[in-house]
């Protein structure tokens, strides 16, 4: 086989490897936010 071709073969094959190894998980929290504001409280028609 040609240079090119090993050398192009061997860089695939790098690339394969390296998308295939696992990567490391990241852990995050989920925090149900606080209100920013409260909300309006109907006291009837007109007021």
Known sequence: MSNS???L???SLVAFVAACAQ????E???V???PISVEPVHTGKYK
Request: net charge negative; no cysteine.
């Open 5 to 7: 071709i090993k050398s």
């Open 23 to 26: 990567q490391a998980e990241d």
């Open 28 to 30: 995050f929290v989920v």
């Open 32 to 34: 149900d936010p606080e």
């Open 9 to 11: 073969l061997a860089i």
